[in-house]
Structure formats: C-alpha cells, structure tokens
C-alpha cells in the first residue's frame, strides 16, 4: 500500500499549510489539519508499530478511536506520552513522533521472532506456565524446591519472578515517562440543559433543534474538527448549511472534547485537550480540562464504528476499514492505495468504493452475499469496479520483503461452507463487516442492551428518561432517517421506541460476517489486534470451559487493551456463540465501563497534586513556630510541630532535651489543633451526662473534667476535657483526629435521637489558639503573664480549675489541665492574637530554663504517665482495656452503656493496658512488635506495643501496649518481645502504664 | 455522582454529603435493655429498592437528612430534615 496525496477538489478550500514533525527523529513535512496517521501514510510509512505479544507489524487500520495498530508515543522526555492512537492525534508543529515495542527499529524488530513461537504463547500461558502446582505436587512457596531455571520450568511462581523483567520487556506498548508531568490540568463544572454527544449530521441537527426549543445546548467532540462523518464526504454543501445553522443559535461547541463516562443522574465526564496550537503561545494554559458536566439530558449521536472481522494474517498493514479509506480520501485527500480490494458484507461500502474509483484507482469489492441490490449493481456498472459475489477473504499474504499486505486468497461460498479459490493480488484491502453503534456511554449507566439480527449489531435505546439516542449510534444507517431521527428527540415530539420503525435502512440486509475459516489455511487470524488474541484463543477458551462472555474476556483479554475492543469485541462474542451453538443475544455482552477511550491520570488528579493533594491545615502559632526553628509534622490534615532542634540536634536529641527542660522547669507547646466545642443552651448539662460515661451532671463553673465518649456498640470514641464556662455553656475538647467525628456525632444526637434538647454546638476549633505550659515554673511564668496574679494561685485556680483571664487586656481562657504530668495550663488566646500574646508569653518564660516542645516531647511524657491516645484508643478498646474503667459510672445510663456490658467485652482476658521495660535497660525497640510468654512466640500473641519512647525521666526505653488479661495476669511470666520485621528480640518486664510519678504529686503542687 | 436538594441548601453533589445510616432504626432510650439496643446497633435490613437513610450535609448547613433513595438506581424520592420540628417549621414557612 503505498498513499498518494491528490489535489483539493475545490478552489474555495484554503490554502494548505505545510507543518513538519519528526518519525523516530527523523523530518518530514505533512498538511496542517493531518492526524499521525495521515502525515505517516502521506510520507508513505506504512509500518506503524509492532504488537503487543508477537511483534507483528502494524499499520493505520482505522481512522477514528477504534484503532487497534497504529499506536504511537508522542513527545519526549517528561513530555512523553505512550500509546496514543495516530489515527486521532491531531498533527502539530514540531511534534515528535515515535514508534513503540520495537527494537531496533519498527521495520526490523528482534522481537518479531516471537512471532514464530506464537503457538506456545496462546490464551492462558502465563497461568498455566507460572502458576498452579509443580510436577511433584509440591505448592508454589515450597523453599525446598528451588531450582535452576530453566530447569525449573513450570513451577509456579518463583519462576514467575524470575522471567517476569524479560516478558514485561517483550510484552506490552509504549513506555511511560519516569519523570513527573510538567503539565498543568484543571477541574471545571459545567452545567448545561442538553448535552449532544458526538457532531456528525445527527449531533449537529439535534443541537440545533433543542437550542431552537430554547434550551441551553453544549455540543462536544472528540475529533480536533467538528463535523463527524461529515469530514469523509466529498460534498460539502449540506455540511456548509448545517454549520452556518448551529452558528446562529446559542450552542456551546467543545472539540478535542471527550465523553468518556456517563454517571448517575446525568452526569458526564468530559476531558477537554486544549489546542496545541493555543498552547504553544499561551503556555500557562492547562494541558487538558476536565469537566464534571451536569445535565438535565444527554444525547448520545456518538456514531457506529465499523466492524472487521478474521480471516487469516487480517493484521497485515496496508488493511483497513472501508470507511477510514474514505475518510483519509475526503479529509485529509489521501488515497490509500492504487489497486484496492474491498471485502464486505453490507451496502455502506460501496459509495466509497465508487469514490475511491472516481480518484484514480482500480477496485475490486468481494461481497459475501450472493445477491445485492438493483441500485447498487447500477451504480457500479461501467466503472473500474469488479464485484465477486459470495465471496470474502481467507487470507492475506504479504509481500517477500515487506511484510504489508500484497495478494489475498479469495474464499468461495458453498453449499457447505466456504471454500478457498484463487487468489488476487492487491495494495490495499479495505474490510467492511458491519456496524456497531458507539452504545458505551449509555452502558456505563446500565440501560438494556439487545442484540439486532437484522442488522447484526448491539443497540440501545437509552433510559427513555435522561439518555436518548440519534442517528446512527442507534442503528439507523440512512442520512434521511438520521436526521429524522435527530429531530424527534431533540424535539421530544415522539417517544423514542418509536425510532424502532426506521432502524436499519440498507436495500439488502446484511449478511453477518465474523470470520472466514478455510480448512487447509493456517496461521494467526486476529480478533483483537491490540492485545493480539486470535480466533483460535477464543476457541481455546471454549474449550477449557470460559465460556461465560466475563470468562472468556479475562481468560483471552479480548477487549482489554487500550482500544478496549471496539473493533473485535463482536466477534470475539460471535465465535464464542458459534463455539456453544447458541445465538449471539444468548452470549450477551459484557457491560462497558468508563472511560470510552483512555485519559490521562493528570486531568483526572487536576490541580490536585503534590502539596495541593490535600488541603493543608496550619495552627494560628504555625508561622511563629516556624520562625522558632520549628519542624512540622503531618497529623492528619493538621501540620504540628514535631520538634524544636537546637544547632546540630537530630530529633532523638531534641524531644529528650525538651521533654527533659519541660519536666525539671518549663516548657511551652502549641496544641492548638485539639478539637474545640462549644456547647450551649438550657439543657447542655444533660446532654453532656448522656454523651460521656462519668457524671457531669455536678460540674461546678469553672471547674474542668476529663470525660470518655463511648460509641454505642461500647467501644471507646473519643476523650478529652469539658470545661463549664457558665451554667448553661460548656467548652468541650476533642482529641485533633477525631475532632470532626465527635461534631458531626453531636450534631446526630441532637437532631435524630433527641431533638428535644435544647442545645447548640458550634465549632470554634479555628477561633482559638491553644497552648500548653508545663514544669514546676509554669505558674511562676504565668504570674509574670496575667494581667491580674491573683487569678492564678494554687487557691484560686486549683487542679481542673478553669477561668477567663486578661492577658494584656485580651480576654483568654487558663485551664489547669496536665496531660504531660507535671503542673501544667492550657492557654487559649483569641486566634487573631495569637502570634502577639505567643511572642510576649515567649519573652517572659526567657527569665526561666524554658523551651519550646513538638509533639514528640509531648508524646514521650504522655507515655511515660500513661495517658493514651490514638495509638491506644483505635476503635477496638473497651473503657476497662485502657484502665479506665471507674469512669464508667454505675448510677446513669450513658451512650455505649448498654451494650458495653456484652459477654466478650467483660472479659477480665481481654488485653489491657500496661507499661512495658527492656530487662536489659540499654535495649531499643519498636511499635508493633508482639509480645509472648518466652518459648511460645508462634501463634496469635499474648499483646501487643502501640507506642514506643526514650524516656528521659527514667533514662530507658518505655513503651505502652496491650497484654492479655493485664499486669495481674502475667505478673509471674516471662515475656519476650519480638519483632520479626526488624529482627529484634528481647525480655522485656510489663509494668503499670503509670511508668513516672504514678501518685501524680507533681501536677497537684 | 447523585445530587441531593438540601431543604436549606439547594441541591448539591453528593460529595458534599456524608453518609449516616439506616434512617428507619427506632433507637431505644439510654436505658433500654442490652438485647434491644443489639437489635438497633446491629440489625439491618439489606433492601433492594427503596429506603430511607440518613445523611449530613456536611459542608453545607451540616442538617441531618432523612433521604428516601433507591439502591438500586441512586433515584432520590425525597429529603427532609431529620429533626421533626425544624421540618415542621420549613414546611410552614414554605
């Protein structure tokens, strides 16, 4: 096959403008308007790339998203984009093009000898070579069975993991890039009455008749040219009318645009390519857009694809679709060859037949019926047309040195099935075996499905509600009929099952036509070129008992490459029903899923990535933190500071430092991301008795409690402080990861179960900075602080004494809360003061040994005292598990309380909180490592470590976890830590959780 | 993608919404007996067609809902404020 660029027909249409790009590097020049694939055939490339599994040669087959060869990978570096199809890509300046899955080159490939193999690499090899038993019967991870390959051939997986990096190699299309996408994309939401999908003649004539009903109207397409079918005929006049029609209405038109998925209540994926040509002057303009697109109804004038079907080496370049010859003849003026071969079974091929003829060329149509239409046969009469009919193709075969199609055997209908006779040489073989309307978008959505006999083809009619279909997607052929058709459902005048009178639309029905089997030809017929599965794997299938369509596409991978079957799914199911003897309606189809033609990950991640993946939540000390040497860590959404390094510190150093100043004098953390609540109204006292397990209904003003929140299956939620401000508010704290949780299960409580409190709750986790002061001098810092000393006193602010202060003339709230141990307040400050009040209390704790602590420090003291918290409380944890079982009380009924009384949740052997030593002090271990009584390390463990420090106050590593029935019941056993990850194995004592200052003098001084 | 109306809001994506529960559990009062709260925490029915289910309108005007929607087909039926008097009152300032 080699193409031929003809002059324009007519002087009206624009000068051409020459563009060049480059082939595997090298120049060449093309028409601006081409797609890859025209450029190429114009260049007289006929040799796209080679196949997935065997290597094979590939050309253009197609000239839409249907195409199954000629895939290529554009750009280079960061820019490289693997696997996109020629036959869509719009040709821009300079772009690079290259071939894929060949080396060295995509004429001479190392890799086609694969293709000799073929037979042993059909359907289900790597099943049944890598996994499965060995020979001996032994299983696949057996280590005694190790051999050397390949001498251990077929024994499952170790092999695998052996010849995995080579098949990976072999196998397979282009190669992405390593680098990240330098690209920007973005996320839009548009909103839209009607959606026309798709602007051939019937997407164009019911965009323009629901715009005339007054509807807001967004038409888009997927070509980079508006127009579909259009763009393949010769006579341009109806064309030029419809256009100059749609321009006059209020119609949004989006090219480059692709409806990849239909999602429920009519909402449409959309992802827009932003022209390269606008790009390259306006760089800042995003890649590609991706809209969420809302409508109140879609309609789907998305087209029919047409069909090939198999016959023996139907992959050869140089074969195509009927219709894509007619395509690059019209559109892009190229014609595809100069002795062509037509093989179809249907009337559409004819017309291009006669066009292909009118320019230039010899042609030859087999036609698989025996008898055609009157018209037709006049139509042909008198021209370089020659018509065999009752015949079809039982072979291609090649050229000695070139492996593009060059001579065809010719399959005679008999009596008794089809016979192999004579042969014809060609340059070009254009195959038309049917039509198969684009019915995915309305699959997606799950709408019926069914099998026409008459015209051998899936169709959909939509959900009659939101989904319709126009033109030919829904089976109708007839440009008269389609428009008809276009008119009635963007005008709603009748119902769309009334359609059903003009699908079709042929003089002679077609034959239906999915593959020539000749006895005595032999070789690979291919159903899906793309992931190279023939006739024959589909018959294997059959014959290994896939035979469910679901079955038979994981087995084969029929469908499953980057065309998803477009062209060969139909067949593939066809030889399936023919394998079982049943009809194809019988067989079904497996339901399409989104996206219809393969986007880039970049449009749908959009904006959001690297620090914009997740919103990012800053405390109001977060850049005053920063500016104290500060390093953050990630908690949840939250960045907190984790630690406060000194020059040369490393984080162990720091948090043992700043835990240690913060315990011998004073030391100051920022804990504003704890959850903050407020709770208001007459009944919030109640509410509160019934949330938490100990009584609040006796919380004097100005008192503060720690409360525990049980879920209702008993489990422990949540804790923190309440503090009562007044007598009907109260300020609750959350811990940081469960802040929203416990607001919205507030919220629940208040509006489904008891909407008779009155109560409110607000949020004010934001509005108030949070910090805490701890050490022996935390006092003596905040009587150089307060406005008024007095407030502050061991009298007047007692342990769990709460009050509002001034601090320089702000008002803020000093609770005498400790969650490290030792004397300790927490400070809330008015956000907005934050970083001022912050600055001055800073200023002032300089008279004293002081420090700033991260989380870290916080953590080693919270563990060292026994405290847990997320690690402890994960969901799993009764209230008596981590000890705190006295503050369940017995005299109320709470949230959780009844069923925290089940069977399995009163168990006295269920793990329980401890605190556990290394017996040789200088030993270091991890979270998560399992604790067992020594000699009985196999099996489910006796507990378990959450949470690991160096405790400088006792000068060892600490941890706390869980041990069946706690301290008590292993008082007397030798436990052994093991880690088996890490390798690190040790004795260890279990002790009380309360490992520093279990009497808790120092908070109370 | 289903869209819910919020009775304040409007309708919205549904990824402004989170997800509750069964809406049709009578929960027992706090001091109901162990086996009755099993049967409310535990139990539920797995319905093929319609129910009612509770959701948030989180980021929105965080109103519990009580939405009727089909699980089979996302259809919503209607959306009403879980807490009964402030259903009363919009339907009264309607």
């Given at each position: 096959?080699?193409?031929t ?26 028409r ?20 997935f ?17 000629a ?68 299983t ?13 051939w077929?024994r ?44 051939g003649p ?25 127009g ?19 321009n ?9 645009t ?40 879609v ?5 029919a694809l ?43 091929a ?25 018209l ?17 193709v039982?072979?291609a ?7 593009c ?26 195959i ?6 684009v ?12 099998w ?32 008809q058709?276009?008119t ?5 005048t ?8 003009i ?12 593959e ?10 291919f ?13 294997l ?12 596409k ?21 030889l ?5 003897n ?19 990950l ?20 977060h ?10 860590i990630d908690a ?37 991301s ?14 509160l ?14 008192k ?48 489904t ?9 607000t ?64 400070v ?78 009163t ?13 040789d ?20 463990p006796?507990g ?20 069946e ?18 390798s ?17 003098t120092?908070?109370?001084? | ?54 959701w ?8 519990w ?11 919503i ?18």
């Amino acid at each position: 096959m080699t193409a031929t660029r003809l002059p324009r027909q007519s002087s009206l249409d624009k000068q051409d403008e020459t563009i060049s790009f480059f082939w595997n590097n090298k120049k060449l020049n093309a028409r601006k308007g081409d797609s890859i694939s025209a450029a190429l055939l114009a260049n007289k490339y006929q040799i796209i790339g080679r196949s997935f599994k065997y290597h094979r040669a590939r050309g253009v087959t197609s000239a839409g998203v249907e195409e199954a060869g000629a895939l290529v990978t554009t750009g280079k570096g960061a820019y490289t984009e693997p696997n996109v199809r020629a036959s869509t890509t719009e040709l821009s300046e300079g772009l690079f093009v290259y071939s894929q899955n060949a080396w060295p080159s995509v004429r001479f490939d190392i890799g086609s000898i694969l293709n000799l193999f073929g037979r042993f690499f059909a359907a289900g090899f790597y099943y049944k070579t890598f996994m499965g038993k060995t020979f001996t019967g032994k299983t696949l991870r057996d280590k005694t069975f190790r051999g050397i390959p390949p001498l251990e051939w077929g024994r499952g997986t170790g092999i695998w993991m052996f010849f995995e990096k080579f098949i990976r190699k072999a196998a397979g299309l282009g190669t992405a890039s390593r680098q990240a996408d330098p690209d920007s994309y973005e996320h839009l939401h548009t909103h839209t009455d009607i959606l026309v999908i798709g602007s051939g003649p019937a997407g164009i004539q019911s965009a323009i008749q629901a715009a005339q009903t007054g509807k807001e109207v967004l038409l888009v397409e997927q070509d980079y040219a508006i127009g579909g079918t259009y763009l393949s005929w010769p006579d341009k006049s109806e064309f030029k009318t419809q256009i100059s029609k749609l321009n006059k209405q209020n119609i949004t038109i989006l090219t480059r645009t692709t409806a990849f998925g239909l999602y429920d209540d009519t909402t449409i994926g959309l992802v827009e390519i932003i022209c390269p040509e606008e790009r390259a002057q306006k760089p800042l303009k995003p890649r590609q857009r991706f809209h969420i697109c809302r409508a109140e109804s879609v309609i789907l004038a998305t087209g029919a694809l047409e069909r090939n079907y198999a016959f023996v080496n139907n992959d050869l370049p140089g074969i195509m679709t009927v219709s894509s010859a007619r395509t690059y003849l019209n559109r892009y003026q190229l014609l595809v060859g100069s002795n062509i071969m037509i093989s179809t079974n249907n009337d559409s091929a004819y017309e291009a037949g006669l066009e292909l003829e009118q320019a230039g060329a010899t042609v030859t149509i087999l036609e698989s019926r025996e008898q055609i239409g009157e018209l037709l046969l006049q139509q042909i009469s008198g021209r370089r047309i020659n018509l065999y009919l009752g015949s079809a193709v039982a072979k291609a075969n090649h050229g000695v040195f070139s492996p593009c199609v060059k001579q065809i055997v010719i399959a005679q209908k008999t009596s008794d099935g089809w016979r192999q006779s004579g042969s014809l040489s060609c340059d070009c073989l254009l195959i038309s075996a049917g039509w198969s309307p684009v019915i995915h978008l309305a699959s997606h959505q799950g709408c019926p499905i069914e099998w026409n006999k008459e015209n051998a083809c899936f169709i959909s009619s939509g959900d009659d509600k939101s989904i319709f279909f126009a033109g030919s997607a829904a089976g109708i052929w007839q440009f008269e009929d389609c428009i008809q058709s276009a008119t009635q459902v963007a005008r709603k005048t009748k119902k769309a099952q009334k359609q059903s009178s003009i699908i079709g639309g042929w003089h002679t029905d077609i034959e239906p036509l999915y593959e020539i089997c000749v006895p005595a030809i032999k070789g690979k017929a291919f159903i899906d070129p793309q992931h190279d599965v023939t006739a024959s794997d589909v018959r294997l299938a059959h014959q290994e008992g896939f035979i469910s369509v679901e079955h038979l596409k994981r087995y084969t991978t029929l469908g499953m490459a980057t065309d998803q079957g477009k062209m060969g799914n139909i067949i593939g199911l066809a030889l399936m029903a023919d394998a079982l003897n049943r009809p194809i309606s019988d067989v079904g189809v497996t339901r399409f899923r989104p996206p219809y033609t393969s986007i880039s990950l970049g449009a749908l991640a959009g904006a959001h990535r690297q620090s914009h993946f997740k919103p990012i939540r800053r405390t109001p000390f977060h850049n005053w933190s920063l500016a104290n040497n500060g390093v953050m860590i990630d908690a949840g959404l939250w960045h907190r500071p984790w630690y406060y390094p000194k020059q040369g510190e490393n984080l162990q150093d720091a948090y043992i430092r700043e835990a240690t100043i913060t315990r011998r004098s004073l030391g100051i953390c920022d804990v504003s991301s704890l959850g903050k609540i407020m709770i208001q109204g007459p009944d919030s006292t109640i509410f509160l008795n019934r949330i938490y397990t100990n009584p609040f209904a006796k919380l004097a003003v100005g008192k503060a409690r720690y409360g525990i929140i049980l879920r209702e299956d008993g489990m422990v939620f949540d804790d923190g402080t309440t503090w009562r401000l007044s007598e009907n508010s109260y300020l609750m704290t959350t811990t940081t990861n469960h802040a929203a949780a416990v607001m919205a299960r507030l919220e629940e409580l208040l509006q489904t179960r008891w909407p008779e409190l009155r109560v409110h709750v607000t949020s004010i986790t934001d509005q108030w900075a949070g910090c805490a002061i701890a050490g022996p001098n935390s006092r003596n810092l905040l009587s150089e602080i307060v406005d008024d000393p007095s407030e502050i006193s061991n009298e007047t602010l007692p342990f769990m004494g709460v009050k509002q202060v001034l601090l320089q003339t702000i008002p803020c709230y000093i609770a005498r809360i400790s969650f490290s141990g030792e004397r300790a307040f927490e400070v809330y400050i008015p956000s907005d003061y934050s970083h001022a009040i912050m600055q001055f209390i800073w200023n002032k704790a300089q008279k004293f040994e002081s420090c700033l602590y991260g989380l870290e420090a916080l953590g080693t003291m919270r563990i060292e005292k026994g405290h847990v918290t997320g690690a402890e409380i994960d969901g799993r944890v009764t209230i008596e598990d981590i000890g705190l079982g006295k503050m369940a009380s017995q005299n109320k009924d709470f949230v959780g309380s009844a069923l925290r009384n089940r069977e399995m949740l009163t168990s006295p052997n269920r793990p329980q909180l401890v605190g556990i030593f290394p017996k040789d002090k200088h030993k270091k271990f991890s979270a998560g490592a399992l604790l067992n009584e020594a000699g009985k390390t196999k099996g489910h463990p006796l507990g378990w470590i959450t949470a690991v420090t160096h405790s400088p106050a006792l000068g060892h590593w600490i941890a706390l976890g869980f041990i069946e029935g706690g301290l008590t019941a292993v008082e007397d056993k030798h436990i052994v830590l093991s880690d088996e990850l890490r390798s690190n194995f040790l004795d260890v004592e279990i002790v009380s959780p309360h490992m520093y200052d279990p009497e808790g003098t120092r908070l109370h001084g | 993608m289903i869209q819910i109306s919020c009775p304040f809001c409007g309708k919205r994506d549904h990824s402004e919404f989170s997800y509750g529960g069964d809406g049709q559990i009578n929960y027992p009062s706090l001091d109901a007996a162990q086996e009755t709260w099993h049967d409310a925490v535990f139990l539920r029915e797995n319905i093929y067609g319609r129910q009612i289910e509770t959701w948030q309108h989180l980021y929105g005007c965080r109103s519990w809902l009580l939405v009727e929607r089909d699980t089979r087909t996302h259809e919503i039926f209607s959306v009403k404020l879980a807490h009964a008097d402030w259903q009363k009152m919009m339907a009264e300032n309607r």
